[in-house]
T-cell receptor, first 114, second 112 residues
Framework: GENVEQHPSTLSVQEGDSAVIKCTYS??????FPWYKQELGKRPQLIID?????GEKKDQRIAVTLNKTAKHFSLHITETQPEDSAVYFC?????????????FGPGTSLSVIP | GAVVSQHPSWVICKSGTSVKIECRSL??????MFWYRQFPKQSLMLMAT?????????EQGVEKDKFLINHASLTLSTLTVTSAHPEDSSFYIC????????FGSGTRLTVV
């Protein structure tokens, strides 16, 4: 089955700097890659996603890149703000319609220092 | 947008008792529901996938007789933790495919 690895496990950045989180996946059939932000005690919130037919996607301060050949994808957050502090999870799914199970990476705890 | 309502949000039960957790899709039909468990400071681990009208599919290592899943209708899926023990204490959360994946608010289970 699918296995998703994520690095780093913890990340501290100064407010205004950029943060990068990297993930790798094992199943070449995976073709949907969402990213979630989870605040303590709350449900994960989808922040951005990308499908395998796209190499990069951007939404304001957040961008995701995908390299299917290398089976890795990355989250980039620019101009970080204290409210960006949370745990971020990458995930991978086999289904192009996103109706298949999603396997999560272990998470990255991001701290943005004011 | 799509909403999944999950209840209860927290529950404390005695060891040996059973606890039922419900997830309802409020404004869409969820033919599939994913059930996850999350221990403190850890990731979401997929336990099982429920499908309306058929048996749930359990991930390797998850006891199907302990974690009973029922998908009674297109809007309701339930997870029952039977004969709960302290090691079952965790955060349980459901997710349904809809514009990506929509998560319930989670259930904090504490077994004493």
């Amino acid at each position: 089955g699918e296995n998703v690895e994520q690095h780093p496990s913890t990340l501290s950045v100064q407010e205004g700097d950029s943060a990068v989180i990297k993930c790798t996946y094992s199943d070449s059939a995976s073709n949907y890659f969402p990213w979630y932000k989870q605040e303590l005690g709350k449900r994960p919130q989808l922040i951005i996603d990308i499908r395998s037919n796209v190499g990069e996607k951007k939404d304001q301060r957040i961008a995701v890149t995908l390299n299917k050949t290398a089976k890795h994808f990355s989250l980039h957050i620019t101009e970080t703000q204290p409210e960006d502090s949370a745990v971020y999870f990458c995930a991978a799914s086999e289904s192009g319609t996103s109706y298949d199970k999603v396997i999560f990476g272990p998470g990255t705890s991001l701290s943005v220092i004011p | 947008g799509a909403v999944v309502s999950q209840h209860p949000s927290w529950v404390i039960c005695k060891s040996g008792t059973s606890v039922k957790i419900e997830c309802r899709s409020l404004d869409f039909q969820a033919t599939t529901m994913f059930w996850y468990r999350q221990f403190p400071k850890q990731s979401l681990m997929l336990m099982a996938t429920s499908n309306e009208g058929s048996k749930a599919t359990y991930e390797q290592g998850v006891e199907k007789d302990k974690f009973l899943i029922n998908h009674a209708s297109l809007t309701l899926s339930t997870l029952t933790v039977t004969s709960a023990h302290p090691e079952d204490s965790s955060f349980y959360i459901c997710s349904a495919p809809s514009y990506g994946y929509t998560f319930g608010s989670g259930t904090r289970l504490t077994v004493v």
